[in-house]
């Protein structure tokens, strides 16, 4: 029951791109077309919930057992980045086909801060580990449906005829508030 | 306050992060992948402006098919013989011939010459004004003359003089982005050595041509009759030019009634005094 309401929570309710407002910069810059709106999705589904899990586990075993929890935000964010290197390393040797897909979304996730603030999120909610790893990687799941819902109103948008003073960001922008504000409906969810 | 709260943090955070640099390091030689060196030394020598019309998704895409042996060395069209020699020094091989193509509008009835069905005051776009009525024009396979071909150039060859697209041959680079956006299909990639063009893609019968356009071609085959190289051929009511057996005699060009089959050269030459003028 528990991992259903964190489920929930992170999809629709606490939506990490329309009430807790993280990861818009992606959210903006790729979420112009579906196919890259689904790749970065993809992408940063993966390396949240890995992320998720990794830190967990060195604020646990490392950070509370040192007494150094202040150093958390380094540590992460060291964390997250040699995390998304090593995917991408990996991905190239094992799945080039999905290394291609992904392309240079990969290494922008390391600037996204979506996972870090999952990840101390997480720790601020005090979830064990499987917790976390559902949270990771239904905040990822929240992100992408955000992505994909922005990337079919701006292929829309594209062929519309609007007026030129809001051409481009400020009609995206009008856009990204009004889902916003339909998603903020869901939080009579639960 | 003791002093190994402060060295302890420095050597948990200095541990974490050499642990981390040591695992991509090892990683990085596990999981390294070997790129062909040819991929890189052809990327080099190609122009780089990704413009697609050697019909590789951009310049990487070509030079992973040069190195491969799926592509030619002349594949690049807008590097010219250049490219493709320093290509296929690139690649340790013989250079084939290139040969230079360059886009010509088959089409001369500006405003003077052509008459007009309506009068457009739409957006300046061929698509928009062919979705009107197949266009302003009564000549249902003319130059719109609204410059969509002029804005997707990148080579600033293309200008609209009087209603209708010229089409610079010397900066030109063959890319094909125009032959793409025009609505008429009336830019053709003609031999940059071919001087005589049937500059007419009308298919309407002499008499319907001549109603709508002082300049068009009216089907009379007089350049079929008079072609010592027997370059041409005739196919719904329009000439045709076998650019292969085409000598640069220029006698079509001096026959044909209409002038509605110019010299290439003199043309832009031409235009250009009109311009001045």
Do not use: W
């Amino acid at each position: 029951m528990d991992i259903v309401n964190i489920i929930i929570a992170n999809v629709f309710i606490n939506n990490y791109v329309f009430s807790r407002f993280l990861g818009i910069c992606p959210f903006l810059g790729v979420s112009n077309k579906m196919e890259t709106a689904t790749g970065m999705g993809i992408a940063v589904t993966f390396v949240t919930t890995l992320a998720s899990v990794i830190t967990h586990i060195i604020q646990k075993y490392i950070l509370e057992v040192a007494n150094i929890e202040y150093l958390q935000t380094i540590v992460f964010i060291l964390v997250i980045a040699s995390l998304v290197q090593f995917v991408e390393l990996v991905l190239k040797k094992t799945s080039p086909s999905l290394y291609n897909a992904m392309g240079v979304y990969l290494p922008l996730i390391t600037t996204n801060c979506i996972v870090l603030g999952v990840a101390i999120l997480n720790i601020q909610e005090n979830y064990n580990i499987i917790q976390t790893a559902v949270s990771g990687f239904s905040a990822a799941l929240g992100f992408t449906l955000a992505l994909v819902l922005m990337a079919s109103v701006r292929e829309k948008l594209e062929v519309a005829d609007i007026h030129e003073s809001l051409e481009g960001f400020p009609l995206t922008l009008i856009a990204a508030g009004l889902m916003s504000i339909a998603f903020a409906g869901f939080s009579g969810l639960m | 306050m003791e002093i190994t709260n402060i060295i302890q943090p420095i050597l948990i955070l200095g541990g974490i992060g050499l642990l981390f640099g040591a695992l991509l390091s090892i990683a990085s030689k596990i999981f390294a992948v070997e790129i062909d060196q040819n991929v890189e030394r052809i990327l080099n020598v190609l122009p780089g402006a990704n413009c697609g019309a050697c019909g590789y998704p951009g310049c990487e895409g070509l030079a992973k098919a040069l190195a491969e042996g799926k592509a030619e060395s002349n594949a690049c069209v807008v590097g010219g013989q250049k490219v493709a020699n320093d290509v296929a020094k690139a690649l340790g091989i013989t250079a084939s011939e290139f040969e230079k193509n360059v886009a010509v509008v088959l089409c001369q009835g500006d405003c003077d010459k052509a008459k007009d069905k309506y009068v457009y005051q739409g957006i300046e776009d061929c698509k928009a004004q062919n979705i009107l009525a197949d266009g302003k024009k009564e000549c249902p396979y003319g130059c719109l003359g609204c410059g969509s071909c002029y804005d997707v150039c990148a080579f600033d060859a293309i200008a609209i003089i009087n209603g209708i697209a010229i089409i610079d041959r010397e900066k030109c680079t063959a890319c094909k982005k125009c032959i793409e956006v025009c609505p008429k299909h009336i830019i053709e990639l003609v031999p940059y050595e071919s001087h005589a063009v049937v500059k007419c893609k009308s298919e309407d019968p002499g008499k319907a041509v001549r109603g709508y356009c002082s300049i068009g071609c009216i089907g009379c085959k007089i350049c079929v009759k008079n072609c010592p190289e027997d370059a041409f051929s005739f196919e719904n009511n329009l000439a045709k030019i076998n650019y292969e057996k085409c000598t640069n005699c220029m006698t079509c060009v001096e026959k044909c009634p209409t002038k509605s089959i110019v010299d290439v050269t003199y043309d832009l030459i031409k235009e250009e005094n009109k311009i001045a003028g």
